[in-house]
């Protein structure tokens, strides 16, 4: 038996374009310590790493932990990893490239680091403590600025031989479509994303469709975040509303194509569009996707709206280190 | 250690829709005993339940092992299965509903049965012993009548919560496409399935435009088998070769959707098509595949042609029991 003395301490780290959050976990996942910090992207690689560690130093110092009682450490990362390795193969927003990151973190520490994709974190999260507990498949989508997907399937996160998959905002749902940033068209993302609504909105609105987007932001797509659409909708802009649902029947479309594949018994959509209108957009996603299953898929699966917000991902960090080295441990043990 | 005298017996039995292959195998999985038997599936579950039976009696005679020798018994079914509680759910071909199968060998042998989807067999045969031998994500896709396909990822045949998924031949490829028989429209199997080809041949036949097709099946299109298909191309219907590239390239659109979902480092292609003109039908797929990835997913999938044939299934059952069997003693054993 442990005591508290010995008890597990976990350390996740979400690391995101524009901030990150070290937070630190008791054995039984309470809080202890947490600190924000802006990442700076810009002032590069080493200034980021440099602040990573501070941040997770300030959390652990207003948890009172001492580094040397840190079980393990999971990091999050905005783009594909290669998790055997600890590297960041890409982290496009932040112009990284193959960062030795688990290596660069452990020596500062000392303790076992793990790195993973940030959606998968977020999804692992929301499997282990969220609106996904205890599912066997659990699918997470993540609509924003593109479209981010995980799969947590029997416990484990599913990837590719060498790194992160799910890759679901790329998937094809309009052949021929619009050109994405990927390179490809007619991909999910570049057809249903919180930028692609935004684009149909601006034009809605140039055309005078869109009164209180237009007294709110303008034409200027960047401006015509979640919030704002959501408040357009609340003020009476129909157009917003179908454009919107729309979108979500879109994805509903690639959700059901996930369905036919994996078979996943919960769906959980998160991001910054689910959470300014959650009923809205999670009952379009839903019954779009329940039209387009076969017929003995139609009671498969529930889709709900992520129960954890931005404490998704950190917690999954964390949570993942704890399933990646208490794993470990009992192998050796054994 | 074993001597060969207690050493492990696997039997596969694959069912399908018009005959049924049972195989006894030696724990190197060397066959050492088999019997090839028709379904006769309007006599009903209890007769083809009975044939099923003495298939497997006639192959352990043959191979001259007694039924309690036999340390596990797989058996491949043409339909969704719930290989917890070992209940065939529906097998269309042969009217079966909610058939305890499981159970039911069980009684007849007292030794242990495990049932599966014959595709999912035929995938996990490819990955043990074939064309994806130790793949991390094995992708496995059967153009035939449908389009079936199975994924082995990490060992493991993926699976839904109650039964097996990989329903890859439903996936959508065209909004608003053809009707298929599940009732959707644009489903992938609906578009490029032997079926859809054999239907456009026909066409292409009744316009004078595929000679060799109308003088060996005329526009029949249930008499357009794979082997005809190959023929026609190999005596120069020029029509007919377009057609078959034409759907395989909408394959390959689907493999490509696969990819950004999976990550598979392998996707074997099996069924009468690909065995009919495998150069052809696995390059066209695999070009069209690589066009419709993001760039770094290029270069991450092999696409191969299935290196056993009819085989595939009947030695995925056998190796599926041993998986099961063995994993189940390992655990009760510590």
């Given at each position: 038996?442990?005591?508290?003395?010995?008890?597990?301490?976990?350390?996740?780290?979400?690391?995101?374009?524009?901030?990150?959050?070290?937070?630190?976990?008791?054995?039984?996942?309470?809080?202890?310590?947490?600190?924000?910090l802006?990442?700076?992207?810009?002032?590069?690689?080493?200034?980021?790493?440099?602040?990573?560690?501070?941040?997770?130093?300030?959390?652990?110092?207003?948890?009172?932990?001492?580094?040397?009682?840190?079980?393990?450490?999971?990091?999050?990362?905005?783009?594909?990893?290669?998790?055997?390795?600890?590297?960041?193969?890409?982290?496009?927003?932040?112009?990284?490239?193959?960062?030795?990151?688990?290596?660069?973190?452990?020596?500062?520490?000392?303790?076992?680091?793990v790195?993973?994709?940030?959606?998968?974190?977020?999804?692992?999260?929301?499997?282990?403590?969220?609106?996904?507990?205890?599912?066997?498949?659990?699918?997470?989508?993540?609509?924003?600025?593109?479209?981010?997907?995980?799969?947590?399937?029997?416990?484990?996160?599913?990837?590719?031989?060498?790194?992160s998959?799910?890759?679901?905002?790329?998937?094809?749902?309009?052949?021929?479509?619009?050109?994405?940033g990927?390179?490809?068209?007619?991909?999910?993302?570049?057809?249903?994303?919180?930028?692609?609504?935004?684009?149909?909105?601006?034009?809605?609105?140039?055309?005078?469709?869109?009164?209180?987007?237009?007294?709110?932001?303008g034409?200027?797509?960047?401006?015509?975040?979640?919030?704002?659409?959501?408040?357009?909708?609340?003020?009476?802009?129909?157009?917003v509303e179908?454009?919107?649902?729309?979108?979500?029947?879109?994805?509903?479309?690639?959700?059901?194509?996930?369905?036919?594949?994996?078979?996943?018994?919960?769906?959980?959509?998160?991001?910054?569009?689910?959470?300014?209108?959650?009923?809205?957009?999670?009952?379009?996603?839903?019954?779009?996707?329940?039209?387009?299953?076969?017929?003995?898929?139609?009671?498969?699966?529930?889709?709900?709206?992520?129960?954890?917000?931005?404490?998704?991902?950190?917690?999954?960090?964390?949570?993942?280190?704890?399933?990646?080295?208490?794993?470990?441990?009992?192998?050796?043990?054994?």
């Amino acid at each position: 038996m442990s005591t508290v003395e010995n008890a597990n301490i976990w350390v996740g780290l979400d690391l995101g374009g524009t901030k990150m959050l070290a937070t630190v976990y008791d054995a039984e996942f309470k809080p202890v310590g947490r600190k924000r910090l802006k990442t700076k992207g810009a002032e590069g690689t080493d200034s980021v790493t440099n602040r990573m560690i501070r941040a997770v130093r300030e959390a652990l110092e207003e948890a009172k932990v001492e580094p040397d009682r840190v079980s393990g450490i999971g990091v999050g990362i905005p783009g594909p990893v290669d998790q055997e390795k600890g590297i960041v193969l890409e982290a496009v927003n932040l112009s990284w490239e193959n960062v030795p990151l688990a290596k660069l973190l452990q020596k500062e520490f000392d303790r076992p680091v793990v790195v993973l994709n940030d959606v998968d974190a977020g999804v692992y999260g929301e499997y282990r403590f969220g609106a996904a507990k205890s599912a066997r498949t659990a699918l997470g989508i993540f609509p924003g600025t593109g479209i981010g997907g995980g799969c947590v399937y029997d416990g484990q996160i599913i990837r590719g031989k060498r790194n992160s998959c799910m890759e679901i905002g790329h998937i094809s749902v309009m052949p021929d479509g619009q050109l994405c940033g990927c390179g490809l068209r007619g991909c999910l993302e570049t057809e249903a994303s919180r930028l692609a609504i935004a684009g149909e909105v601006a034009k809605a609105a140039f055309r005078g469709e869109a009164p209180t987007i237009m007294k709110l932001t303008g034409t200027k797509i960047a401006d015509i975040r979640s919030s704002v659409l959501a408040e357009a909708i609340a003020a009476g802009d129909k157009v917003v509303e179908q454009i919107v649902r729309r979108s979500a029947r879109i994805l509903g479309t690639a959700v059901a194509s996930c369905v036919h594949l994996l078979c996943p018994d919960i769906i959980v959509l998160g991001g910054g569009l689910v959470e300014a209108m959650p009923e809205l957009y999670v009952e379009s996603v839903a019954s779009a996707a329940r039209k387009a299953v076969m017929p003995s898929f139609t009671d498969t699966f529930k889709v709900v709206a992520g129960k954890l917000g931005d404490d998704a991902g950190v917690m999954g960090c964390a949570a993942w280190a704890e399933k990646t080295f208490i794993t470990r441990q009992t192998k050796a043990d054994t």
